[in-house]
Antibody
Framework: QVRLQESGPGLVKPSETLSLTCTVA??????????WGWIRQPPGKGLEWIGY???????NYYPSLKSRVTMSLDTSKNQFSLEMTSVTAADTAVYYC?????????????????WGQGTLVTVSS | EIVMTQSPLSLPVTPGEPASFSCRSG???????????LVWYLQKPGQSPQVLIY???TRASGVPDRFSGSGSGTDFTLKISRVEAEDVGVYYC?????????FGPGTRLDIK
């Protein structure tokens, strides 16, 4: 069974950088069959895709966040990470990491099948 | 960006009765592979979303057969044949056709 676990600070000051790591167990991040993604959910609101990365390092980010977001893989630790700079209160949310199953030559995403439990990040001074 | 809409926003249902959720996309979700890249998730209270249906109508592993998905193009429906108490939560549709990946606002199912 694949398990994903987010870790990182629960409180970040405005204008600083949010850094989260997702540790994957039961599967390898070095696989061409999956994307490794981040999705967030502001308190009481819906789901927002932040972006995902592929085993070869290719990334794809939500356009409005692209200038502030960086995702990376650490295959030696079987982890992937999210960094978001210049955070504001609007970035307060539960952040989920998730595995996206893909198929075909272009790795068409089918669905996010395994999700972490989520971690609440609050942006406040 | 493909905009996803859902209706209704709230759905009170008596246990044992059916439930139906609607999802519409701002453009057709048919990929070059011929599949509709529409996914349904259920987020139970206090939990992460769990996949129910993908490719518009394929049940994910372990999902009870009382859940079914249908539709094509821009209009999709999720049906529960007989609602159980454990089905309470928010149902989201998500388009996986292209980036940015987008979700609908969700439909909250409550038990009457």
């Amino acid at each position: 069974q694949v398990r994903l676990q987010e870790s990182g600070p629960g409180l970040v000051k405005p204008s600083e950088t949010l850094s989260l790591t997702c540790t994957v167990a039961g599967g390898s991040v070095n696989s061409g069959s999956f994307y490794w993604g981040w999705i967030r959910q502001p308190p009481g609101k819906g789901l927002e895709w932040i972006g995902y990365l592929y085993y070869n390092g290719n990334t794809n980010y939500y356009p409005s966040l692209k200038s502030r977001v960086t995702m990376s893989l650490d295959t030696s630790k079987n982890q992937f990470s999210l960094e978001m700079t210049s955070v504001t209160a609007a970035d307060t949310a539960v952040y989920y990491c998730a595995r996206g199953f893909c198929t075909g030559a272009g790795c068409q995403l089918y669905y996010f099948d395994f999700w972490g439990q989520g971690t609440l990040v609050t942006v406040s001074s | 960006e493909i905009v996803m809409t859902q209706s209704p926003l709230s759905l009170p249902v008596t246990p044992g009765e059916p439930a139906s959720f609607s999802c519409r996309s701002g453009q057709r979700l048919v990929g070059s592979d011929g599949y509709n890249h529409l996914v349904w998730y259920l987020q139970k209270p206090g939990q992460s979303p769990q996949v129910l249906i993908y490719l518009g109508s394929t049940r994910a592993s372990g999902v009870p057969d009382r859940f079914s998905g249908s539709g094509s193009g821009t209009d999709f429906t999720l049906k529960i044949s007989r609602v159980e108490a454990e089905d309470v939560g928010v149902y989201y549709c998500m388009q996986a056709l292209q980036t940015p990946i987008t979700f609908g606002p969700g439909t909250r199912l409550d038990i009457k």
